[in-house]
């Protein structure tokens, strides 16, 4: 696995120079390990995703983070397993990795245990978070939105 994750991690400082600033950030400063899943909001018509996790642990502290992916390739989205992995409690984020396609797209591969993969292929991406005391998960009515 260590092997894995140098030779991923090279590859990034390879792809470095073509990343906008916000995918970068998304590669480099944004922790998605053992994540809980709050939301998936998906949104056809104006191709966008939103996904909303409380991330962190006891030493970094937790956030309240909301990933809003826009250019989304909604053909290549499996939303069947997007509302799955919504659904169940028990899902948490284990590894994340980010590549690039074609110019101006990227592709954003999420692992959830239990185990199911996502991938979201976007164009751009937006990155709130706020503090949170806890890991606590926030109440939502539906945890997946489809319009």
């Not at 792809?15 to 950030?25: E, F, I, Q, S, T």
């Not at 397993?81 to 591969?109: M, N, Q, R, V, W």
Request: hydrophobic fraction near 45%.
């Amino acid at each position: 696995m260590v092997a894995v994750r140098d030779a991923y991690w090279r590859n990034l400082a390879l792809l470095a120079p073509r990343l906008p600033p916000n995918v970068h950030k998304l590669a480099t400063e944004v922790n998605l390990h053992d994540a809980l899943i709050v939301q998936f909001l998906v949104s056809r018509g104006c191709s966008e995703l939103r996904t909303r996790y409380v991330c962190g642990d006891l030493q970094t502290g937790y956030l309240d983070l909301v990933l809003v992916y826009s250019g989304v390739l909604m053909a290549k989205l499996n939303t069947v397993l997007l509302k799955e992995i919504a659904d169940d409690p028990s899902s948490e984020a284990l590894y994340d990795e980010i590549d690039t396609g074609e110019t101006g797209i990227f592709a954003h591969s999420v692992l959830f245990r239990p185990y199911r993969e996502i991938k979201i292929i976007f164009e751009d991406v937006a990155i709130h978070s706020r503090a949170l005391a806890n890991r606590g998960r926030p109440k939502v009515e539906k945890a997946f939105i489809q319009s």
